[in-house]
């Protein structure tokens, strides 16, 4: 019992040290481990296979939309990344540089992609010709590099995997359409898919990507009451298209530039999902994600039968579609036990010599360690029902906490003092001035997260400054 126990705690409670607890799951729940790369992260197998599921879900949305896949170079010559004054001032800081091929310099650097609108610039502008080209709906996976100072797994790493749509459209209108589209494609599956609720909006001017006319965002507020901005779509109006000569010959046989958008969503979802749902245990995985959704533990496995009707119910269960899996090893109940619930793995089902003889197994719940005897010739069904049900239930809790720490604000002194001592979103009035955003995050260390499309109106006047305002937006301390 000593060392099963011991296996748990090897986490630290995340009351007591939240980014400490966080480590030790990414660590002990063998989803990364470091490398001889300051900053860059090895993604093992328990980890990739939820990136896996993450890119099969968003690209199956993707293509329902009319996306295509494609890809391009990770090279990116300077020449062209400065045709867009503002991407090449936003991203500057980060950008990493190839100077020398071989032996030989370069005669002109080349910036490792840290994101592609300028190569999908370059390539649309000899792609397209005619309106009859538009629009071109794209999308890569692929990774990037970003010479970030800090560094946290899955949150923020140099180079992290995510995929990045470019698309190409005849009309203004039909670039917002598609801006829209896709951030609600996010926010779907987020919902659907993670069980992590998110507040949909637009980014200040401050916050947009940069070189975007409009950016959007989903934001999601982690347990620890820290948002995390968790996919975005921009519009980019006709600026690139001008910036790279992007032109088409419309209908009435005139040059007109096209409108582009671009959007993306990353691996930091993996530590979303984590900081979400996980708790001193370990991972807590929601089922329409989970690489294993059941793993089967077999009781006292050396007697007679025991192993090989824990065989046929996980072959019951993958043949009714489910994820399962048997801990077939040679450790002790227990210990497997916790090894399940570190992982993450939203069901077990126990199974031993009295169950066998009842014709039953017990089907424990990650999420609440709720134990359920079900009959062994329904043990498919009622395992996909409570998978359903564990599912919706996460869903749920998460709204819950997020909505308990939403707090509102109509003046300066309460958001003072929600900001000082009540970690979470915090909704109040701004006048719209880059000034007084400015000043809100120098004095209470909190950032714009959105412009939220549900508006509301707590006040007349801006939180800060006093003055006449007429957009609620979401603050809070963000990863």
Same mark, same amino acid.
């Not at 991407?87 to 950008?95: C, D, H, I, Q, Y």
């Not at 989903?218 to 690139?240: P, R, V, W, Y």
């Given at each position: 019992m000593?060392?099963?126990?011991k296996?748990?705690?090897q986490?630290t409670s995340?009351d007591?040290d939240f980014?400490?607890w966080?480590?030790d799951?990414v660590k002990k729940?063998e989803?990364i481990?470091?490398?001889?790369v300051k900053?860059c992260?090895?993604?093992k197998p328990a980890?990739y296979? *939820?990136?896996?599921?993450?890119?099969?879900?968003l690209?199956r949305?993707f293509?329902?939309?009319?996306?295509? +896949?494609?890809?391009?170079p990770m090279f *990116?010559? @300077?020449?062209?990344l400065k045709?867009?004054s503002?991407l090449?001032?936003?991203?500057?800081p980060?950008?990493a540089?190839v100077?020398?091929?071989?032996l030989?310099?370069l005669?002109?650097?080349?910036c490792?992609?840290?994101t592609?609108?300028?190569?999908?610039?370059?390539?649309?502008?000899?792609d397209?010709?005619?309106?009859r080209d538009?629009p071109?709906?794209?999308?890569?996976?692929?990774s990037?590099?970003?010479?970030e100072?800090?560094?946290?797994?899955?949150?923020?790493?140099?180079?992290?995997?995510?995929q990045?749509g470019?698309?190409?459209?005849?009309?203004? @209108?039909e670039?917002?359409?598609r801006t829209?589209?896709m951030?609600?494609?996010?926010?779907d599956?987020?919902?659907e898919?993670?069980a992590i609720?998110?507040?949909r909006?637009?980014?200040t001017?401050?916050?947009?990507?940069?070189g975007?006319?409009?950016?959007?965002?989903i934001?999601?507020?982690m347990h620890?009451?820290?948002?995390?901005?968790?996919g975005?779509?921009?519009n980019?109006?006709?600026?690139f298209?001008?910036a790279y000569?992007?032109?088409?010959?419309?209908k009435? +046989?005139t040059?007109?530039?096209?409108y582009?958008?671009s959007?993306?969503?990353?691996?930091?979802?993996?530590g979303?999902?984590?900081?979400?749902?996980?708790?001193?245990?370990?991972?807590?995985?929601?089922p +329409?994600? =989970?690489p294993?959704?059941v793993?089967?533990?077999?009781?006292?496995?050396?007697?007679?039968g025991?192993?090989d009707k824990a065989?046929e119910?996980?072959?019951?269960l993958?043949a009714?579609?489910l994820?399962?899996?048997m801990d077939d090893?040679?450790?002790?109940?227990?210990w497997?036990?916790?090894?399940q619930e570190?992982r993450g793995i939203?069901?077990?089902? @126990?199974?031993?010599p009295?169950d066998?003889?009842?014709?039953q197994a017990?089907i424990?719940?990650r999420?609440?360690r709720?134990? *359920?005897?079900?009959?062994?010739?329904?043990i =498919?069904q009622k395992?996909?029902?409570?998978?359903?049900t564990e599912?919706k239930?996460?869903?749920e809790?998460?709204?819950a906490?997020r909505d308990?720490h939403t707090y509102t604000?109509?003046?300066k002194?309460?958001?003072?003092d929600i900001t000082?001592?009540?970690?979470g979103f915090v909704?109040?009035?701004?006048?719209?001035?880059?000034?007084?955003e400015d000043?809100?995050? @120098?004095?209470?260390?909190?950032?714009?997260?959105?412009?939220?499309?549900?508006?509301?109106h707590?006040a007349d006047t801006?939180v800060f400054?006093?003055k006449?305002?007429?957009?609620m937006?979401y603050?809070?301390?963000?990863?």
């Amino acid at each position: 019992m000593a060392k099963e126990k011991k296996l748990v705690e090897q986490i630290t409670s995340m009351d007591v040290d939240f980014a400490q607890w966080y480590t030790d799951v990414v660590k002990k729940a063998e989803l990364i481990d470091y490398t001889s790369v300051k900053g860059c992260m090895v993604i093992k197998p328990a980890g990739y296979a *939820i990136w896996e599921n993450i890119q099969k879900e968003l690209d199956r949305r993707f293509k329902e939309t009319g996306v295509e +896949n494609v890809y391009l170079p990770m090279f *990116i010559p @300077e020449s062209l990344l400065k045709k867009e004054s503002e991407l090449v001032e936003g991203f500057a800081p980060e950008v990493a540089w190839v100077t020398q091929g071989g032996l030989e310099p370069l005669q002109e650097r080349l910036c490792v992609r840290p994101t592609s609108e300028t190569l999908f610039s370059d390539f649309y502008k000899n792609d397209v010709h005619s309106y009859r080209d538009l629009p071109k709906v794209y999308n890569q996976w692929c990774s990037v590099v970003r010479w970030e100072k800090t560094t946290r797994p899955f949150l923020r790493s140099r180079e992290f995997l995510w995929q990045e749509g470019h698309t190409v459209h005849a009309t203004a @209108e039909e670039a917002q359409e598609r801006t829209e589209q896709m951030l609600n494609v996010y926010a779907d599956f987020c919902e659907e898919t993670l069980a992590i609720p998110v507040v949909r909006g637009r980014k200040t001017d401050k916050e947009k990507f940069a070189g975007a006319v409009a950016t959007y965002t989903i934001e999601s507020l982690m347990h620890d009451g820290q948002a995390l901005q968790s996919g975005t779509s921009h519009n980019f109006g006709d600026k690139f298209a001008q910036a790279y000569d992007i032109q088409f010959t419309d209908k009435d +046989n005139t040059l007109k530039y096209a409108y582009q958008t671009s959007w993306g969503m990353t691996t930091r979802m993996i530590g979303a999902i984590i900081m979400v749902h996980g708790d001193d245990s370990g991972l807590v995985l929601p089922p +329409n994600i =989970a690489p294993v959704q059941v793993m089967v533990i077999p009781i006292q496995q050396k007697k007679e039968g025991v192993l090989d009707k824990a065989a046929e119910i996980r072959n019951t269960l993958a043949a009714a579609g489910l994820r399962a899996r048997m801990d077939d090893s040679d450790k002790s109940p227990g210990w497997k036990f916790a090894d399940q619930e570190m992982r993450g793995i939203p069901i077990r089902v @126990e199974i031993g010599p009295k169950d066998m003889e009842q014709n039953q197994a017990v089907i424990v719940r990650r999420d609440t360690r709720e134990k *359920i005897t079900v009959s062994l010739d329904e043990i =498919a069904q009622k395992a996909a029902e409570i998978l359903q049900t564990e599912q919706k239930d996460m869903f749920e809790r998460a709204k819950a906490h997020r909505d308990s720490h939403t707090y509102t604000a109509a003046t300066k002194e309460e958001f003072a003092d929600i900001t000082a001592n009540k970690p979470g979103f915090v909704k109040a009035m701004w006048c719209g001035d880059r000034a007084c955003e400015d000043a809100i995050k @120098e004095s209470y260390g909190v950032t714009s997260r959105c412009i939220p499309f549900a508006q509301e109106h707590i006040a007349d006047t801006c939180v800060f400054c006093g003055k006449k305002a007429d957009k609620m937006v979401y603050w809070g301390k963000a990863y």
